[in-house]
Nanobody, 117 residues
Framework: HVQLVESGGGSVQAGGSLTLSCTVS????????MGWVRQRPGQDREGVTV????????YYDDTVEGRFTISAGDAKNTVNLQMDHLRPEDTAVYYC???????????WGQGTQVTVS
């Protein structure tokens, strides 16, 4: 059974930084891509960033471009999200996601709260 485990959420002051991490367990298969989605209070979920492992290509939403960086972790099927220059509007639940087929995310983490004040 595939599971995604997230860590690193918390509360920071505006202008501060946080690093989120995500690890896939329950399978020996390699992910095609992994990424992060967030849900801000009262809003729909929105894509934040995606890393395509084979090519190294990344995607960033305009709201985080230049401030957030996604990268592969040290272990297989892991990914990190470095968040710098955080703003109050970045406050959200951040979800890790994984794609094993190249056709979209199939698995999601439990979410981790990020609060910026």
């Amino acid at each position: 059974h595939v599971q995604l485990v997230e860590s690193g959420g918390g509360s920071v002051q505006a202008g501060g930084s946080l690093t989120l991490s995500c690890t896939v367990s329950g399978t020996t298969d390699s992910t095609y891509s992994m990424g992060w989605v967030r849900q801000r209070p009262g809003q729909d979920r929105e894509g934040v960033t995606v890393l395509y492992f084979g090519s190294g290509v990344t995607y960033y939403d305009d709201t985080v471009e230049g401030r957030f960086t996604i990268s592969a972790g040290d272990a297989k099927n892991t990914v990190n999200l470095q968040m710098d220059h955080l703003r109050p509007e970045d406050t959200a639940v951040y979800y890790c996601a994984a794609d094993f087929t190249g056709r979209g995310f199939q698995y999601w983490g439990q979410g981790t709260q990020v609060t910026v004040s």
